[in-house]
């Protein structure tokens, strides 16, 4: 059974940085693609950032610039940093993993709060 663990959330202050973790277990094969969503309270779950296996990357307008995804495929693992967090970067963050075939996989989530 395929899991994905997300680490790496809490509350930060506006300016700080935050570092989210996730790791894929019970998977043999490189995951296409991997990344972020992001839900806030009486919001639709929103794309954060995307990486494919290749190292292609995607990220939302509003954190361009301020957050860095990358991953290790040999450990079907991504981060993402998050630099100059703003209060309306607040949400439960989702780690995805998606294969090239269309099947997906979704972490539990992780909070990040950002607030002084």
């Known amino acids: 059974q395929v899991q994905l663990v997300e680490s790496g959330g809490g509350l930060m202050q506006p300016g700080g940085s935050l570092r989210l973790s996730c790791a894929a277990s019970g998977v043999s094969h490189i995951i296409y693609n991997m990344g972020w969503y992001r839900q806030a309270p009486g919001e639709q779950r929103e794309l954060v950032a995307l990486?494919?296996?290749?190292?292609?990357?995607n990220y939302a307008d509003s954190v361009k610039g301020r957050f860095t995804i990358s991953r290790d495929n040999a450990k079907n693992t991504v981060y993402l940093q998050m630099n100059s967090l703003k209060p309306e970067d607040t949400a439960v963050y989702f780690c995805v993993g998606r294969n090239s075939w269309g099947s997906a996989y979704w972490g539990q989530g992780t909070q990040v709060t950002v607030s002084s």
């Open positions: 990486v494919s296996s290749g190292g292609n990357t």
